[in-house]
């Protein structure tokens, strides 16, 4: 027989298996036994390995053995007492506590005492403080409730504090559990020392914070008890590719940022799969690694009370569920947002030409045409974002958060928005001096061109992108050489974010082109490079989306980078006399958003008017910012 694999079970699992091998859940013995909700979850490759080897050996989060559980029928085996976690010394075993405190009183607490409830606990003579402290329990965190449990016990004649793991879903099993450990002696609840005061609390509430607390464990109470929107927050966008879950999650973010003086962390499925996720393939196993690291590192945050937004596929309900639980027992609030576009939005927009490729069978496993997505039943809140404007879909999402009293973004910022300032009134930021710019403006072309003389003298490159560089960004291309004519003092270029190399300018676009007497036959896609980016002087994207693309993995090129539409509203508001170069540093300086709002919508397979609109957007943009980025003679 094979050697039995050892697995490390949730923090949950954990407080389970200490309860069956001390014996509080006795006669239950092991996990799974029928109509006990006492389980076991065990990967699927540690199944088939536990199966073949007859057992599992679970083990403590350090590796610890600390039983062995026959697989699959469940009976658990102690290997070594645990001793992880914060008061260990506080869990004893069932038979301990009868032995040590026979005799005496056992009062089951899961709230810190209030004063009332604490001069009622006197009558009760030598007092067991049981409290029941399991990971997923609701209510005051279980270091706050042994904390408050052992001030308690101090304010007491005599009392002593014994930690119960009774996780929540084990509830059915508490007066069992109770019963273990405090034998034949008396029983109380902490709810029977004083009555709970009307309202009863809401499920999920808890009733920790009623009655008075004062002294050092209304301190302990209050540092527990934060206000919703003080407390560590982890957004959640799930939805197919292509439902609009970055593009919503980037203009909370964006919200969060301009509304409130919180940090945010946004880990977007792509840009995870790019670095954390590195090297994982779109398997059912490695998708739920990949969220389960996502989960981690959110639950993580949330410890702290940060918040971060997430935007992965993540398909399966069981993994989502598993993020949830990790947020909620790390503290946080896990808020689930379903980006419910329709699988045939998502293909019709097919932004990064992936459906196409999927349903040509070059991608295996493609959410929604080979891979499941399991639609959630448990969001708090669902959006269909099909023919709807960013700004109406995200209101959706503010207005419930708002309702849940997590973040309220619904109001305008207390402040303004500045307006672009000019490069002068920036002060320190980009220098421009008789029209050149700084050199620490413009420090990732040092390489390129010796001087500031000679970078003054060469042409400025323009790269305009957009996703597959065989729509806007080749027409933004043709059309800008076509207005600049036969001047050498720019140069202009394209590429694209996602693959499709060596392709033709989409018909309907070329189409456009041809109308306005431009011929691009011999145009062929290409993708962006860091070495395309490092040699353009500025950079042009069709939509915010692609301006991000390029920042995620190239930040230091901020100061270059906007997308088309950006670039003109600066041009148009700030009323700007600087060309050339002396106006990309000075635009960088404003810092101006790029606003979705600004995107040269995607006319890919969208007909000949979509093609049309794009083309005429295109061009009243150019008109506004070819002029002003053509360099003086
Ligand atoms: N086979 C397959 N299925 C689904 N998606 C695929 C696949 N191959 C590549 N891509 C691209 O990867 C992005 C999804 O990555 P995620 O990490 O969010 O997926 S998952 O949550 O692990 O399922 C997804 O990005 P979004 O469009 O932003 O969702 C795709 O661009
Ligand atoms: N109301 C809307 N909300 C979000 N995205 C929208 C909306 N309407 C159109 N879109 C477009 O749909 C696409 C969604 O892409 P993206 O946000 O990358 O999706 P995902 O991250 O789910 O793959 C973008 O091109 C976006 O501009």
Redesign the pocket.
Known sequence: MSTAPQHCPSPAELDDLELLLTGALAPLRGFGEPGSPVTLALPPEVDTQAREAGAVELVDPEGLPLARVAWPAGVAEPLSRPDYGPFRRLHLTPAEVRERFAGRAVLVVTGALSDEQLEAARDLGPLVLLALCGHDRHGLPATALLRAGLVAADLLDAADVVAVPLTRRADDLRDRVVQAYAGSDRVVDQSELSPLPEPAPKPGETYYTYGTHSGAIGAIVRAADKAPDERGLVLFFT??????????ARALVDRVLEHTARTVTSLD?DVVRRNLSAGLTFSKADRETNIRRIGWVAAEIARHGGLAVC?PIAPFDETRQQVRQLVEDAGGTFFLVH?ATPLEECER?D?KGLYAKARRGEIPEFTGISSPYEEPQDASVRVD?TG???E??LDDVLQALAAERLLDLTAEPAVERARPLSVVEQGPTPVVEQGRPSPVVEQGRQARVETPEAEAEAPLRILFVCTANICRSPYMEAAARHHLGDTSRVVVSSAGTHGFDAKPTDAAMAAQLQARSIDSSDFRSRAVTRELLDEADVVLTA?A?HRTFLLEDQPEAFRKVFTLGQLAAYVESSGTTARGRALVAEAAASRGSAS?GL?VA?PYRRGDAAAQAAAEHIDRLLATVLPALTPED
């Open positions: 939805g197919l590719s292509g439902s609009g879950k970055s593009t919503l499925g935007s980006v927009r932004r974002t709807r404007t960013i109406d879909a939509e989306t979705p995107d995607d």
